[in-house]
């Protein structure tokens, strides 16, 4: 007889952490969780942290990474979920689950 299936000999199923995008009023979106960041090429960006701050004023000297710079810039952005989410949505970043 076949029953569901499950990890092998008892052991529980690894639990993978989600992901997690947070935009902050008037700053960055806050990616957490066990991502990868990669470049449009698909190369890998080295992070070295289980969090970080996508610049989404376009004025961040480090590029789709926040540096403050929103501050000084006087960017000014609501935080939260978006008041309508379109059918699609294109982001051009890659988010690899390992
Ligand atoms: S959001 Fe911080 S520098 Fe752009």
Redesign the pocket.
């Known amino acids: 007889m076949n029953g569901p299936a499950g990890p092998p000999n008892g052991s529980s199923p690894r639990q993978v952490p989600p992901v997690s995008l947070t935009p902050y009023p008037d700053?960055?979106v806050v990616l957490r969780g066990p991502f990868q960041l990669v470049d449009a090429g698909g190369a890998p960006v080295r992070t070295r942290r289980r969090a970080v701050?996508l610049?989404?004023?376009?004025?961040?000297r480090l590029g789709s990474l926040?540096?403050?710079?929103?501050r000084s810039a006087g960017?000014r952005a609501p935080g939260g979920a978006p008041r309508r989410i379109p059918p699609v949505v294109t982001v051009p970043l890659r988010v690899d689950y390992r």
Request: glycine content about 20%; hydrophobic content about 15%; overall charge positive.
């Open positions: 700053g960055p701050a610049c989404r004023c376009g004025r961040s926040c540096d403050g710079t929103h960017f």
